[in-house]
C-alpha cells in the first residue's frame, strides 16, 4: 500500500491496541514526600545527598532517603530502589515505623514501574501491615494517604494483570480514603486510574467523566505534572473520535508539564508519534517515537520499549529504510522474548516475515513465519490443555456428586435392611447380635490404629529427611573444621619451627652478600606462606562466628575484604546481638554473605557493596547490593557460588530473590522467618563502612 496509507493504517491499530493502558501511577507522592517528585532535576538530586550525608538523626536521614528515591524515580529507577532501600533500613534502626511504611510503598511502586508483580504485591502486603498497625480507631490524615497510597499501588498491580473491574475497587477504595484530604494531587492521580479502567472495560463515557474530574482537580493546584496522564487519555479519546485539533490541544497542554517532570515522558511522546502518524506526518512522528523510546529506555520499562521500537520499525518499512526497520525490529524481538510476552511477539515476527518477504529474502520471510505458526500452535495447545483440564475437573467433580448420591442411596437402603435384620436377630439371638457389634468394634479400632501408625511413619520418615539435609551441612562444617585445624596446627606449626630455625641460623651465622639475599628472600616468603595459611584457615573455619555472633563476625568479614583495596564495603546490621540466632543459622547466613561478597569480588568488577541484615520480631532479612556489571539471572549456568547460595536459603526454608541485568548491578535478597524458639526483640545495631 502507498506509504501515507500505511502510517494511516499504523496510527489506526495503535490507537486500537493501547487505548488506556500503560498509563497507571504508583502513588508514592505521600506524607510530605511528594514535593520532591515536582522538580525531580539533578541539582536537587545533589543537594539531598548532600544533606542527606549531613543529617544526624536516622529518622530524618530516612525521610532525606524518600525524598531522593522519589527525586530518582523518572530518570534512575535502580538509584531511587538503593535510596528506598537505605530508607527502610534507616527507619527501621531508628524504630521509625511510619518511614517503613513509606519505604515499602516506595519499593512497590518501583517495582510496579519495573513491571515485576510479584515483588509489587509483596511489598506492597508489608506496607499494608505496617500501615495497618499504625492506624488506630481514628486514623490521622497523613495515614489515611498512607492507606490510600497503598490501595493505589494494589489497583496498579491488578490493572497491569487485565482485572479491570478489581483495579476498579481498589482505586476508589484509594479515592474515598483522599475524600477529605487537601492533597489534591494524589487524587488527581487515582481519578485518571480509574479513567483508564473504565476505558479498558468498555465505558468510555465514565472513563471521561472521571478524567474531567481530574482537570477539575488541577484548577485547584495548579497546572500539575500528574495532569499529564489526562492530556494523553482525553488525546487518545480525541483522535478515536476523529478530533485531530482537539487531541492537538490536550497534547499541547501537557508539553510544559513533561519539561518540567519527565515521569510521564514515555506515555507523552508515544502520543505525540500517534497524533503526527493521524496527521500524516512521518518525520515528526518519527522524532517523538525516538524520544518516548529513550525515556522508556531510562526508566527500565522493558514492555514499553519492544512497542515502541516495533512502531519505529514499522515507520521506517513506510519511509522505505528497510535496513534500520529491521534492526529495531529486532531489538524488539529481543526485548519481547525476554520478556514472556507471546502475543507482542507474534506481531513482531509477522512484521519481520512481512519485511523479509518485501525484501524478496523467501527464505527468512519463512523462517520467521514458521516461528509464529509454532508459538501460534504453542500458545492454542495450552488454551487447548486449560480447557481439557477444566472440562475434566468438571468432569470428575459430576462423576464424584454422583457417586456421592449413589453411595448415601445404598447407605440408606443398607440402613433400612441393617434395622430389619437386627430386629430379627435381637428378637432370635440377642448374644450374637452383641458378638458382631464387638466384633466390628474391634476392627474399626485396628483401622485406626493403623492408619495412625501410618501418619507416624509418614512424620518420622520427613523428619529424617531433615536430619539428613541438616547433616549434611553440619558434616560439611566440621569437615572444614578439622581441615582448618589440621592446617593451622599440624602444617602452620611445622612452617612456624622452620621459619624459627632459619632466624636462629641468621642471628648466629654471617651469610656472603648474595646468599644472605637469598636467604632473606626464603624467609619473606615463608611469612607469606604461613600468612596465606592463617587466611584459609579463618575462611574454612568461622570462629569469629562461633566465638563472638553473627554481628561481629560480618564486620571482620567487611573489614578483610575492604582492606584488599578492590572493594568498598557498607555493613548495616539490626537486631543481632542478643539472644543470638541457633548456630547453624549463624554459619550459613555468614557463608551465604563470605559467598557473594567473593562474587562481587572476582566476576561482578563491582566498586561498591551494600551488607545489610535485619530482623523484627521473627522476621529476618539479608540484602546484598553491588554496583557492578549485573548479568541475566534468567540464563542457564548460573556459577557455583550463586547455586550454594541458593541450597543454604534453601536449608534455611527462606525465599531468595535475585535481580539483576547487564550493566545493571546485582541485589540479592533473602526473606526468613524464624522458628518461634528464635524469636526475640530487636536490639541496637552495628555498621561498618
Request: overall charge positive; some cysteine.
Amino acid at each position: 500500500m502507498p506509504a501515507v496509507c500505511f502510517l494511516f493504517e499504523c496510527a489506526r491499530r495503535a490507537l486500537r491496541g493501547r487505548r488506556g493502558r500503560g498509563l497507571a501511577v504508583a502513588a508514592g507522592l505521600l506524607a510530605g514526600y511528594s514535593a520532591a517528585a515536582q522538580q525531580p532535576a539533578p541539582p536537587e538530586a545533589d543537594s539531598l545527598r548532600a544533606a542527606l550525608r549531613t543529617e544526624t538523626s536516622d529518622s530524618a536521614r530516612a525521610k532525606t532517603a524518600l525524598r531522593l528515591s522519589v527525586a530518582l524515580t523518572a530518570t534512575d529507577t535502580a538509584g531511587a530502589g538503593r535510596y528506598a532501600r537505605q530508607a527502610l533500613a534507616l527507619s527501621t534502626r531508628a524504630g521509625f515505623s511510619y518511614g517503613r511504611a513509606v519505604s515499602w510503598l516506595r519499593l512497590s511502586s518501583l517495582a510496579i514501574i519495573r513491571n515485576d508483580n510479584a515483588a509489587a504485591d509483596r511489598y506492597g502486603a508489608l506496607a499494608q501491615a505496617t500501615a495497618d498497625q499504625l492506624a488506630g480507631p481514628a486514623p490521622s490524615p497523613r495515614q489515611q494517604r498512607l492507606r490510600a497510597g497503598v490501595a493505589n499501588n494494589r489497583g496498579n498491580v491488578a490493572e497491569r494483570r487485565g482485572q479491570y473491574a478489581a483495579a476498579v475497587r481498589a482505586y476508589l477504595q484509594a479515592a474515598t480514603l483522599l475524600a477529605a484530604s487537601p492533597d489534591y494531587r494524589t487524587r488527581l492521580t487515582v481519578y485518571c486510574n480509574i479513567g483508564n479502567c473504565l476505558q479498558e472495560l468498555g465505558q468510555p463515557v465514565a472513563a471521561a467523566r472521571y478524567w474531567q474530574q481530574a482537570v477539575a482537580l488541577a484548577a485547584r493546584t495548579g497546572p500539575v505534572p500528574e495532569l499529564v496522564p489526562v492530556h494523553v487519555q482525553l488525546a487518545t479519546r480525541y483522535l478515536l473520535r476523529a478530533q485531530p485539533d482537539s487531541a492537538w490541544q490536550q497534547l499541547r497542554a501537557a508539553r510544559p508539564l513533561v519539561q518540567r517532570n519527565p515521569l510521564y515522558a514515555t506515555e507523552f511522546y508515544t502520543q505525540l508519534g500517534e497524533y503526527y502518524l493521524y496527521t500524516r506526518q512521518p518525520t515528526p512522528a518519527r522524532a517523538a517515537l525516538q524520544q518516548a523510546l529513550a525515556a522508556a529506555t531510562r526508566k527500565g520499562a522493558a514492555g514499553y520499549q519492544a512497542r515502541l521500537l516495533l512502531s519505529l520499525g514499522q515507520l521506517e518499512v513506510a519511509l522505505g529504510h528497510p535496513d534500520p526497520a529491521h534492526a529495531l525490529m529486532q531489538r524488539s524481538l529481543a526485548l519481547t522474548k525476554r520478556l514472556g510476552d507471546a502475543q507482542q511477539e507474534l506481531n513482531t515476527l509477522a512484521n519481520l516475515g512481512q519485511l523479509e518477504e518485501n525484501a524478496g529474502q523467501w527464505q527468512a520471510a519463512l523462517g520467521y513465519y514458521r516461528r509464529g505458526q509454532q508459538l501460534r500452535d504453542t500458545l492454542a495447545s495450552a488454551a487447548v490443555r486449560r480447557q481439557a483440564s477444566t472440562l475434566e475437573t468438571q468432569y470428575r467433580t459430576r462423576q464424584q456428586a454422583q457417586q456421592l448420591r449413589d453411595q448415601q442411596r445404598a447407605l440408606g437402603q443398607a440402613r433400612r435392611l441393617n434395622t430389619v435384620y437386627l430386629a430379627l436377630v435381637l428378637a432370635l439371638v440377642g448374644g450374637g447380635a452383641l458378638a458382631l457389634g464387638l466384633w466390628a468394634s474391634r476392627r474399626r479400632l485396628r483401622a485406626q490404629r493403623q492408619l495412625l501408625q501410618a501418619q507416624q511413619a509418614g512424620a518420622l520418615a520427613q523428619a529424617g529427611a531433615l536430619r539428613t539435609a541438616q547433616a549434611v551441612l553440619a558434616g560439611q562444617e566440621e569437615e572444614r573444621a578439622r581441615v582448618a585445624r589440621d592446617l593451622h596446627d599440624g602444617l602452620g606449626g611445622t612452617l612456624a619451627t622452620v621459619k624459627l630455625y632459619l632466624g636462629s641460623v641468621r642471628s648466629r651465622t654471617t651469610l656472603p652478600p648474595e646468599p644472605a639475599q637469598l636467604f632473606n628472600q626464603a624467609i619473606t616468603h615463608l611469612d607469606e606462606a604461613i600468612a596465606e595459611l592463617r587466611r584459609m584457615a579463618r575462611h574454612l573455619l568461622p570462629e569469629a562466628v562461633l566465638a563472638f555472633g553473627l554481628a561481629p563476625a560480618l564486620r571482620d568479614l567487611c573489614e578483610a575484604v575492604q582492606q584488599t583495596g578492590a572493594l568498598h564495603v557498607q555493613l548495616q546490621t539490626h537486631g543481632l546481638d542478643a539472644p543470638r540466632l541457633p548456630p547453624a543459622t549463624e554459619v550459613a547466613l555468614f557463608r551465604m554473605v563470605q559467598e557473594l561478597l567473593t562474587n562481587a569480588l572476582r566476576h561482578a568488577r563491582a566498586r561498591q557493596v551494600l551488607v545489610q541484615l535485619m530482623r523484627h520480631g521473627p522476621e529476618l532479612q539479608l540484602v546484598v547490593e553491588d554496583d557492578g556489571q549485573g548479568f541475566d539471572p534468567t540464563a542457564a549456568g548460573a556459577g557455583v557460588g550463586l547455586r550454594s547460595v541458593r541450597t543454604r536459603a534453601a536449608y534455611l526454608g527462606g525465599t531468595l530473590e535475585v535481580q539483576s541485568a547487564p550493566g545493571q548491578g546485582t541485589s540479592v535478597s533473602l526473606d526468613l522467618r524464624l522458628a518461634p524458639a528464635d524469636d526475640a526483640a530487636t536490639s541496637p545495631s552495628i555498621n561498618c563502612v
